[in-house]
């Protein structure tokens, strides 16, 4: 994003797949293990079409309950981080508002807001609609009603987008 500005909506929806393949396989460990800092920063671009999460140094193991410290960026963290909860739909908030981010080059709490949540419609109206109810269903501030499960959200994501194939279905022929 540094190098080459707000990413198109393609670009956006492979890091969406991308991200999302990685915290499947994160959060379905028997001790699921959650990052805690995904924000634009920590995922890496590997070649022209493949991204990688990075700085693993904030993960943490849902072994116990919630503690008093707080990991995350300001404006990537989901609102439960703040009283030290987290939660595999704590990632998903933050991957959310990671796309977001690159969708449109401002942090996220410089977006518009509609209540306590950014207000993905007017801070992207040129995403397709499917693109931006997918980002809704993320950056839902309510954990108990965001899109918490890395692969549900690959299905329905898979889903929406099935009359394209999803970028990630072309990625992996291309290997």
């Given at each position: 994003?540094?190098?080459?500005?707000?990413?198109?909506?393609?670009?956006?929806?492979?890091?969406?797949?991308?991200?999302?393949?990685?915290?499947?396989?994160?959060?379905?460990?028997?001790?699921?293990?959650?990052?805690?800092?995904?924000?634009?920063?920590?995922?890496?671009?590997?070649?022209?079409?493949?991204?990688?999460?990075?700085?693993?140094?904030?993960?943490?193991?849902?072994?116990?309950?919630?503690?008093?410290?707080?990991?995350?960026?300001?404006?990537?963290?989901a609102p439960e981080q703040l009283y030290g909860a987290q939660a595999p739909a704590t990632d998903i908030y933050a991957?959310?508002?990671?796309?977001?981010?690159?969708?449109?080059?401002?942090?996220?709490?410089?977006?518009?807001?509609?209540?306590?949540?950014?207000?993905?419609?007017?801070?992207?109206?040129?995403?397709?609609?499917?693109?931006?109810?997918?980002?809704?269903?993320?950056?839902?501030?309510?954990?108990?009603?965001?899109?918490?499960?890395?692969?549900?959200?690959?299905?329905?994501?898979?889903?929406?987008?099935?009359g394209g194939g999803g970028l990630l279905s072309l990625f992996k022929r291309a290997r």
């Amino acid at each position: 994003m540094e190098r080459s500005g707000a990413f198109s909506e393609d670009a956006v929806w492979a890091v969406l797949e991308q991200m999302l393949d990685v915290l499947r396989v994160l959060h379905t460990r028997t001790t699921p293990i959650v990052h805690r800092d995904v924000k634009p920063r920590n995922i890496i671009r590997t070649n022209a079409t493949s991204f990688a999460l990075v700085d693993f140094g904030g993960v943490s193991s849902l072994r116990g309950s919630a503690g008093s410290t707080i990991v995350g960026t300001f404006g990537f963290m989901a609102p439960e981080q703040l009283y030290g909860a987290q939660a595999p739909a704590t990632d998903i908030y933050a991957l959310g508002a990671t796309a977001i981010a690159l969708a449109t080059e401002a942090q996220p709490e410089e977006l518009p807001r509609r209540g306590l949540g950014i207000d993905v419609d007017s801070a992207v109206p040129r995403l397709s609609a499917e693109l931006r109810k997918t980002l809704c269903e993320m950056l839902e501030p309510d954990p108990a009603k965001r899109a918490g499960d890395a692969d549900d959200l690959l299905a329905r994501i898979a889903k929406r987008r099935r009359g394209g194939g999803g970028l990630l279905s072309l990625f992996k022929r291309a290997r």
